[in-house]
């Protein structure tokens, strides 16, 4: 992972193309040398193969010549023979010796071969025993790789030549005008017959391996045979011979070149390489091998050098062929209109994974570009043929009547659902500068019922970053239901609200009671229109209740705590419900128990009850899902006790599930409770058992005990009293109570047991201890019970689990969370007869990040401390003559915007004529360039405009000074306080307007005087503002514009002084893509930030934070928005967004930013992708799919057509397809299939 340095610290952020390319070169081979570690005595390359015919030494170390010392591909890794590459490399970059200076005209010997369909690598061949019947053999071999080395021929021939001359040699070279499989050269011989001198096989081989221009093409091999054979005397019917036989690709390259000073050379593919084996080949021999400046051949001309690797990388998707058209054996045309035709590349799909119909989805777009409203549907059938890479999707219907014609898109590899519309929110909120006071963000809310599902009484619970609790509880407030229309006139019900209350009563004789509010009573009237009245009536009343007639006589009143109805007083009309909360301190969620009252509504009424009360968290709705920030938890109540827990049964069981393999089971431990509520006899015994210790209890009313070692029950203050007395006084370890109804829970703790044999008016129920693998929860089931009590049982069970899911009670709450995962998804089980007991929550899902537009500003602060620079300060030279500073210090909130123009007319000169701005545009764009350079080191920013502000100009310079001197080699520059005047006269070259040129630097010079700046003629190199020669020493200085002393001097008059720092957390859930972009420049209104943005973690050892580390940095991506894109691992992360320049903060320390250049408004776009997917398609290999075709493992593909009804089928006005066949019969022609 790297982390960019801030331009703060960058010597010369304006390098050359020429100089920033060797900077990353030299960065390049660095990390290449690194990476050679204790290597350094070996071979960093492949293998050396000798060159046929060269004088080589023994060993590779005896060989003159340079070498190769290593190859790296553009990952960074090294290259070595027999690799196998699962990620296809852009470019390979062949490093040679320190010293070496490659010869950029020889690069052609550098090549790279793709084995083909063989998977072996082998030059084209051919031999020939000249007819001799084997007396001789010559072997051929092709010099040129691959394909392209077939099809050369050897003619043969002969003839009289009438002298005593040797064979005779001819050479057509066409290599360059010749297609594959056609001859690319002809190498004829034409053999002498003559008696003076007939040819031998001797003369043959000398003859063609003498030739420069046959070495060019072939090596010559005589296998065997005598030099002396005669070979004029065989007919030639062998001839002519051609060699052929490999099916090697030669892959061309994009580009070959020489860099790092000619000891590096960089071989960069045109296109991606395709799943084979490749080889590499460096020829060090040969007609051409590669050279370096001085002609020194690649080691020494001995040995060529091949380096073998393979690539397996991801399938890739080649092609999409929605509704196929094809054409029968009877020329028929037939479209498949339910298919869609998947073509992949050569790479063999793994067959199960292949046709998993999960992994096609075909999306319906509805012709948005908004997600919300996407169909997905997926083929019933899915076949794959691996001999043509094609799988062929079959879905239920024609494609355009699955969800109508339109747009649809195609996404292929991926089982995840389609991603959520992004949860954007406008932040009220101003984020700190630290970690500790870091906004919360990444914990929402999805809310997936209605009012229906919804329980009185449900809760959820946010925590507040000032650490305050705000419990949420869903309240229904207060209904009424009326039955019938019985109601007689004179019948009324009286509602209470707040301190008021309202009599309502029915009428037919338009009589009401003093004070009642009038309901007309009306023959015709059922029970919704009466109801209805009802409604109008109590909204007329103005109580502060506002009622929903709900249909079927229900009306839903709402209201609070102070919220009730007395309807005693009327037929068939009753009042239900709990209004209010139950948990001290909760702020009330209104809904309406019904259907109607959708997951956007329990939304909305969340929201709007966290806006009611001032916690600092912020809320903002998207449908059924809100954005949630400022709160650093958010999570639901799991658990409610809310009904009479003396019905809890010892053994119930509950189950809580992490869904991440852990399983607790809390087992309701009562212990043994007896019931004593019969009639107690006389002379009765029980025993009771514990440590190992037993002991007999005897019931004593009149008589005394009948064995002196029982112990006696004394019943006179109650059997169950007597009991209990009677136990504790033998039993220390046990605490049996009285707990109503004449029964006694014996003890909770222990292991013990009750014989009630010997008693028949004594029962019990349940026996101490649970379930092995279970988790007690210690319940005493009594009248006194309290649901607090039930609730901190069950969070101290689950604490004591030893699993990763913790508790935490809160009155009758418990909510569940998790030692590991920041967001647990929970799941509890419980018996049925305990669900009156316990309420769960209400299905409402806390969820993480998925993608987040957040809206943002860094404001201007002023900063506590003055920049250095000033001309007080000691050291700093204060002369009359000169001065370094026009003006004082900075004494401006923040960074101002200065404004520059071009103007058209810009003065007089000393005549009187108006003068015209003679600035070319590339001088436009140099002075663009200046500003930028100085808004990026100073705290000022520029905006250009047509007229307004400084003024750059190239002209007359007696506009400023009428007495200045013009004219070439005088003064070159001129400036006031809002114009700077370059001479005209001075810059007519074109060399003069490049970067870095001369009119550049007057021109930074003069604008640096606008800004305030003096000269500065003593100072050291290099200085915009003038520097002293003799201090160069006779050495040039590199230059860099706006740094040293400019900046120096420059931060002193405009501080740069953005130094706020917004600090947002969150907690990612599993492994995954973290996208974070900050968008100010491209926004619609463009801001004039130039962020920054930086991202940290926390470290965590045996579940304690010990560091906060940075993970990455970035300030300039998109033009000078950031964006960063971060494989991260589960944890807890800090998001922290400046200005450039302030980048070197210490986010343990509150307003410890400085340096800052920009300010201005930012959106802050985030995203999350988990990179752990359960299934996706992958090859036989185990690659997965290179969706994105980018070359990695992983990436969806996805493919957008049209889909429209075919001509016969689309009605007027609808868009159709029309087939188009040039061999159908014109005259019935009509654009269908039919």
């Known amino acids: 992972m790297v982390i960019r340095r801030n331009s703060k610290h960058d010597s010369n952020p304006r390098r050359s193309s020429k100089s920033s390319q060797a900077g990353q070169q030299r960065e390049r081979r660095q990390l290449?040398?690194?990476?050679?570690?204790?290597?350094?005595?070996?071979?960093?390359?492949?293998?050396?193969v000798p060159v046929p015919g060269a004088e080589?030494?023994?060993?590779?170390?005896?060989?003159?010549?340079?070498?190769?010392?290593?190859?790296?591909?553009?990952?960074g890794n090294l290259l070595n023979n027999g690799d196998i590459l699962s990620q296809a490399p852009r470019d390979i970059t062949l490093h040679f010796g320190?010293?070496?200076?490659?010869?950029?005209?020889?690069?052609?010997?550098?090549?790279?071969?793709?084995?083909?369909?063989?998977?072996?690598?082998?030059?084209?061949?051919?031999?020939?025993?000249?007819?001799t019947d084997g007396e001789v053999l010559m072997r051929f071999f092709s010099q040129l790789n691959g394909r392209e080395g077939n099809g050369i021929e050897i003619v043969f021939t002969k003839s009289d030549h009438g002298n005593a001359s040797g064979p005779y040699l001819t050479v057509d070279d066409n290599t360059g005008e010749v297609e594959l499989g056609e001859t690319r050269a002809t190498i004829t011989v034409d053999m002498?017959?003559?008696?003076?001198?007939?040819?031998?096989?001797?003369?043959?081989?000398?003859?063609?391996?003498?030739?420069?221009?046959?070495?060019?093409?072939?090596?010559?091999?005589?296998?065997?045979?005598?030099?002396?054979?005669?070979?004029?005397?065989?007919?030639?019917?062998?001839?002519?011979?051609?060699?052929?036989?490999?099916?090697?690709?030669?892959?061309?390259?994009?580009?070959?070149?020489?860099?790092?000073?000619?000891?590096?050379?960089?071989?960069?593919?045109?296109?991606?390489?395709?799943?084979?084996?490749?080889?590499?080949?460096?020829?060090?021999?040969?007609?051409?091998?590669?050279?370096?400046?001085?002609?020194?051949?690649?080691?020494?001309?001995?040995?060529?050098?091949?380096?073998?690797?393979?690539?397996?990388?991801?399938?890739?998707?080649?092609?999409?062929?929605?509704?196929?058209?094809?054409?029968?054996?009877?020329?028929?045309?037939?479209q498949q209109r339910d298919q869609i035709h998947v073509y992949f590349n050569e790479d063999d799909l793994n067959a199960d994974a292949a046709v998993n119909a999960g992994l096609y989805q075909l999306i319906f777009t509805n012709d948005t570009v908004d997600n919300s409203d996407d169909v997905v549907h997926y083929p019933t059938e899915v076949d794959y043929d691996a001999s043509t890479d094609l799988a062929k999707l079959t879905f239920a219907q024609p494609l355009d009547q699955l969800s109508g014609h339109g747009a649809y898109r195609l996404r292929v590899g991926d089982l995840s659902a389609l991603p959520e519309a992004p949860l954007s929110m406008e932040l009220a909120t101003e984020a700190a500068s630290t970690f500790a006071e870091a906004l919360s963000i990444g914990k929402n809310l999805e809310v997936n019922t209605n009012g229906e599902l919804l329980e009185d009484g449900q809760s959820l619970e946010l925590v507040a970053e000032s650490g305050q609790s705000l419990v949420l509880e869903f309240d229904a407030g207060l209904l009424l239901q009326l039955d019938s229309v019985n109601a007689a006139d004179g019948n009324h019900f009286t509602l209470h609200?707040?301190?008021?209350?309202?009599?309502?009563?029915?009428?037919?004789?338009?009589?009401?009671?003093?004070?009642?509010?009038?309901?007309?009573?009306?023959?015709?009237?059922?029970?919704?229109?009466?109801?209805?009245?009802?409604?109008?009536?109590?909204?007329?009343?103005?109580?502060?209740?506002?009622?929903?007639?709900?249909?079927?006589?229900?009306?839903?009143?709402?209201?609070?705590?102070?919220?009730?109805?007395?309807?005693?007083?009327?037929?068939?009309?009753?009042?239900?419900?709990?209004?209010?909360?139950?948990?001290?301190?909760?702020?009330?969620?209104?809904?309406?128990?019904?259907?109607?009252?959708?997951?956007?509504?329990?939304?909305?009424?969340?929201?709007?009850?966290?806006?009611?009360?001032?916690?600092?968290?912020?809320?903002?709705?998207h449908g059924n899902r809100i954005a949630v920030a400022g709160a650093n938890v958010v999570r639901n109540t799991n658990i409610t006790v809310v009904g009479d827990v003396s019905v809890i049964s010892d053994g119930d069981v509950i189950t809580v599930d992490d869904g991440d393999g852990q399983v607790v089971n809390l087992e309701i431990d009562t212990g043994v409770v007896v019931d004593a509520s019969g009639s107690p006899q006389d002379g009765d015994t029980f025993t009771v058992t514990s440590g190992g210790v037993t002991k007999t209890f005897e019931v004593e009313i009149m008589s005394g005990i009948s064995d002196a070692a029982h112990i006696p029950v004394f019943v006179g203050s109650g059997y169950d009293v007597g009991i209990v007395n009677a136990i504790e006084s033998e039993f220390g370890d046990l605490s049996p109570q009285a707990i109503g109804n004449g029964k006694v829970a014996v003890g909770l703790d222990g292991d013990y047991s009750i014989d009630l044999s010997g008693a028949p008016s004594l029962t019990s129920e349940g026996e101490s201890g649970v379930t092995s693998g279970n988790i007690a929860v210690p319940v005493i089931v009594s009248a006194m019970a309290t649901p607090a009590q039930v609730a901190a049982a069950i969070s101290a069970g689950v604490n004591a689990s030893g699993s990763e899911i913790t508790a935490e009670a809160d009155g009758a709450r418990i909510s569940l969370g998790h030692s590991r995962i920041a967001i647990p998804h929970i799941t509890i089980s419980l018996p049925v007869q305990l669900s009156s007991v316990f309420q769960l929550s209400a299905d409402i899902e806390v969820v993480g990040l998925d993608s987040m537009p957040l809206g943002g500003v860094i404001d201007p602060q002023k900063a506590s401390l003055r920049s250095i620079g000033g001309g007080d300060e000691p050291g700093h030279r204060d002369i009359r003559v000169q001065e370094h500073l026009h003006h004082g210090a900075d004494s401006v909130d923040g960074v101002p915007t200065l404004y520059y123009s071009f103007p058209v007319q810009y003065g007089q000169d000393p005549s009187g004529n108006t003068l015209l701005n003679a600035i070319t545009e590339k001088q436009k764009q140099r002075a663009r360039e200046i500003f930028e350079l100085y808004s990026a080191h100073l705290g000022v920013q520029f905006m250009e405009t047509d007229n307004l502000g400084l003024q750059v100009v190239t002209g007359d310079m007696r506009a400023l000074d009428p007495t200045i001197p013009i004219g070439p080699g005088g003064v070159l520059g001129v400036a006031s306080h809002s114009m700077a005047i370059m001479d005209l006269q001075d810059f007519d070259s074109a060399g003069d307007d490049v970067y870095g040129g001369a009119w550049f630097q007057t021109a930074i010079h003069e604008v640096g005087h606008m800004l305030g700046l003096g000269h500065t003629d003593e100072l050291g190199p290099y200085t915009i503002m003038n520097d002293e020669p003799a201090l160069y020493f006779g050495q040039p200085a590199e230059q860099v514009f706006v740094s040293?002393?400019?900046?120096?001097?420059g931060q002193f008059l405009h501080q740069a002084e953005s130094n706020d720092i917004d600090f947002y957390e969150l907690d990612i859930e599993e492994a995954g893509v973290l996208n974070i972009e900050a968008v100010a420049e491209r926004m619609a209104a463009p801001s004039e930030l130039?962020?920054?943005?930086?991202?940290?973690?926390?470290?965590?050892?045996?579940?304690?934070?010990?560091?906060?580390?940075?993970?990455?940095?970035?300030?300039?991506?998109?033009?000078?928005?950031?964006?960063?894109?971060?494989?991260?691992?589960?944890?807890?992360?800090?998001?922290?967004?400046?200005?450039?320049?302030?980048?070197n903060y210490d986010p343990a320390v509150s307003d410890s930013g400085s340096g800052g250049t920009t300010e201005g408004e930012y959106d802050l776009r985030l995203s999350f992708n988990p990179t752990e997917r359960s299934d996706s398609i992958i090859d036989t290999t185990g690659n997965v799919l290179d969706g994105d075709g980018d070359g990695l493992a992983g990436g969806t593909f996805n493919f957008w057509f049209n889909v429209n009804q075919p001509a016969d089928v689309a009605g007027v006005g609808e868009s159709r397809t029309i087939f188009v066949d040039k061999v159908a019969d014109a005259t019935t022609a009509n654009g269908t299939l039919s």
Do not use: C
């Open 56 to 75: 080589a030494g023994e060993t590779t170390e005896e060989v003159a010549g340079f070498e190769l010392v290593g190859a790296q591909v553009d990952s």
């Open 32 to 48: 290449f040398l690194e990476n050679l570690e204790d290597r350094r005595l070996l071979h960093g390359g492949g293998q050396h």
């Open 192 to 334: 002498n017959t003559s008696e003076e001198n007939p040819t031998t096989f001797g003369q043959v081989f000398d003859l063609l391996d003498g030739s420069a221009e046959v070495s060019s093409l072939l090596l010559i091999e005589a296998v065997h045979g005598d030099v002396d054979t005669d070979l004029s005397v065989e007919d030639v019917d062998y001839s002519p011979i051609s060699v052929s036989g490999s099916d090697d690709l030669v892959v061309a390259p994009g580009y070959v070149g020489v860099e790092s000073g000619g000891r590096d050379v960089v071989f960069r593919f045109r296109e991606s390489l395709q799943d084979d084996l490749y080889r590499l080949v460096i020829n060090g021999g040969g007609a051409q091998p590669l050279r370096d400046i001085e002609g020194v051949p690649f080691l020494g001309g001995q040995f060529d050098e091949w380096i073998e690797f393979t690539v397996d990388s991801g399938p890739q998707v080649v092609a999409v062929v929605p509704q196929p058209v094809v054409r029968d054996g009877a020329g028929i045309l037939t």
């Open 1044 to 1049: 040293g002393h400019d900046r120096v001097h």
């Open 1090 to 1143: 130039d962020a920054a943005i930086s991202i940290y973690r926390d470290v965590v050892v045996e579940g304690e934070i010990v560091a906060r580390e940075l993970v990455a940095q970035n300030d300039d991506y998109f033009s000078e928005d950031p964006r960063l894109r971060v494989n991260i691992e589960a944890g807890h992360y800090y998001i922290g967004v400046s200005s450039t320049g302030n980048t």
């Open 98 to 131: 320190q010293s070496v200076d490659v010869d950029p005209t020889s690069l052609g010997a550098i090549s790279l071969l793709r084995s083909g369909a063989d998977g072996v690598f082998g030059n084209a061949t051919a031999e020939t025993d000249f007819g």
């Open 497 to 621: 609200h707040g301190s008021g209350s309202s009599t309502f009563e029915f009428d037919n004789d338009a009589t009401v009671g003093s004070g009642n509010i009038a309901i007309a009573l009306d023959a015709s009237d059922d029970v919704d229109a009466l109801a209805g009245k009802i409604t109008l009536a109590i909204h007329a009343a103005d109580m502060g209740l506002f009622p929903t007639d709900m249909g079927g006589g229900l009306i839903h009143l709402g209201g609070d705590n102070s919220t009730s109805a007395d309807t005693a007083s009327t037929i068939d009309l009753v009042s239900y419900g709990s209004p209010g909360v139950s948990n001290p301190g909760a702020i009330a969620v209104g809904y309406r128990p019904e259907v109607a009252f959708t997951s956007n509504d329990v939304a909305a009424a969340i929201v709007t009850a966290v806006e009611s009360v001032d916690t600092g968290v912020e809320m903002q709705r």
